[in-house]
């Protein structure tokens, strides 16, 4: 069992940055994929991006590849630097942690999620 908890949302201006964790309160992430999503208001919850923790392999949604950055540092914390942020990227952005089988896009395949955190970009 792997709880994960988010930190480091708020409001920002576009063009501006954050630093989004997620940290493992129990269990360790070594052994996951690791994934971050997001959720707009009226919208489906979508892939952000996410990086295997065996090797540090990652990948990204297109709409924020040259923008976010995810990377990890510890045994049990991931981060997802964001920059040039615009306002469609408003949303509560989620960590999850699933089997480390590449890095999946979808949602299901992933067992562990944390509660969200909000980033909201004013335009």
């Known amino acids: 069992q792997v709880q994960l908890a988010e930190s480091g949302g708020g409001l920002v201006q576009a063009g501006g940055s954050l630093r989004l964790s997620c940290s493992a309160s129990?269990?360790?992430?070594?052994?996951?994929?690791m994934g971050w999503f997001r959720q707009a208001p009226g919208k489906e919850r979508e892939f952000v991006g996410g990086?295997?923790?065996?090797?540090?392999?990652t990948d990204y949604a297109d709409s924020v590849k040259g923008r976010f950055t995810i990377y990890r540092n510890s045994a049990n914390t991931m981060y997802l630097q964001m920059n040039s942020l615009k306002s469609e990227d408003t949303a509560v952005y989620y960590c999850a942690a699933g089997s480390d089988y590449g890095v999946p896009s979808r949602p299901v395949s992933y067992f562990y999620w944390g509660a969200g955190t909000q980033v909201t970009v004013s335009s």
């Open positions: 990086i295997r923790w065996s090797d540090g392999s």
């Open positions: 129990s269990g360790t992430l070594s052994g996951y994929a």
